[in-house]
C-alpha cells in the first residue's frame, strides 16, 4: 500500500527554522517526484515546488523560490521543506503529494503537516 | 505562468441532482497536463480525474471530466452526500504546477 506519512504539527515563533517530513513507503519511492503544497487557512492550495529523489532534481514555483527549501534523502525515503526564518505569513497546512514520472498529478498525499507560527 | 479560474465559485445543489464546473486557463493547456482533485473539510486532496477525462482509481463514473484548450468541465451527474466538497483544477506546464481557487459544492 503506497503510503505517505508526514511529521506532526509544529508551532515555531517568528525567525525560527523548521524542517518537515514527508516519509513515503510502498512504492519505489526513487522512481516518483514529490511535491510539496501549501494551504493557508481556510485557502486553496498552492503549489511550492517538487523534487525528485532519485537525483535531486529540485524545481521551485516563482512565489517560493528562496523562501523554502526542498530536499530528499533516498536512502530513508524520506523528502523535507525547510524554513531558515519562519514567519507568520508561513502558518498554513502543508501536504507533500507523489507525482508518478512523466506524468502531471499527485496520485497519493500525505496527510498533511500543520505549521503555526506565532509569536 | 499559466492561470486557472474555476466557477461558480460556490455551487448549492441538493443530492441527486447534476453538477457542472468549470475551469478556465489563461492560455491554452495540454489535455494531458490538466487534472482534478476533490477536497473535504480537515482531508488531504484526493486525485479525481487525470488527463483531462480519466478518472483516477476508485473514483465512481459519476464524475467525469471533459474539455481542450483553455476550458475545462468536471460534471458530477448526480451528487451523492459525500460528494459536497471543494474541487479544484490542475494544470502542469513548462515545470510548474497551478491550481485554481477551487469551487465549493454545498448542499442547499
Known amino acids: 500500500e503506497v503510503q505517505l506519512v508526514q511529521s506532526g504539527a509544529e508551532v515555531k515563533k517568528p525567525g525560527q527554522s523548521l524542517k518537515i517530513s514527508c516519509k513515503g513507503s510502498?512504492?519505489?519511492?526513487?522512481?516518483?517526484?514529490i511535491a510539496w503544497v501549501r494551504q493557508m487557512p481556510g485557502k486553496g492550495l498552492e503549489w511550492m515546488g517538487i523534487i525528485y529523489p532519485g537525483d535531486s532534481e529540485t524545481r521551485y514555483s516563482p512565489s517560493f523560490q528562496g523562501q523554502v527549501t526542498i530536499s530528499a534523502d533516498k536512502s530513508i525515503s524520506t523528502a523535507y521543506l525547510q524554513w531558515s526564518s519562519l514567519k507568520a505569513s508561513d502558518t498554513a497546512m502543508y501536504y507533500c503529494a507523489r507525482k508518478p514520472d512523466s506524468r502531471s498529478y499527485s496520485d497519493y498525499w500525505g496527510q498533511g503537516a500543520l505549521v503555526t507560527v506565532s509569536s | 505562468e499559466i492561470v486557472l479560474t474555476q466557477s461558480p465559485g460556490t455551487l448549492s445543489l441538493s443530492p441527486g441532482e447534476r453538477a457542472t464546473l468549470s475551469c478556465r486557463a489563461s492560455?491554452?493547456?495540454?489535455?494531458?497536463?490538466l487534472a482534478w482533485y476533490q477536497q473535504k473539510p480537515g482531508q488531504a486532496p484526493r486525485l479525481l480525474i487525470y488527463?483531462?477525462?480519466s478518472r483516477a482509481t476508485g473514483i465512481p463514473d459519476r464524475f467525469s471530466g471533459s474539455g481542450s484548450g483553455t476550458d475545462f468541465t468536471l460534471i458530477i451527474s448526480r451528487l451523492e452526500p459525500e460528494d459536497f466538497a471543494v474541487y479544484y483544477c490542475q494544470q502542469y506546464d513548462n515545470s510548474v504546477w497551478t491550481f485554481g481557487q477551487g469551487t465549493k459544492v454545498e448542499i442547499k
Open positions: 488527463d483531462a477525462s
Open positions: 510502498g512504492y519505489s519511492f526513487t522512481n516518483y517526484w
Open positions: 492560455q491554452s493547456v495540454s489535455i494531458s497536463h
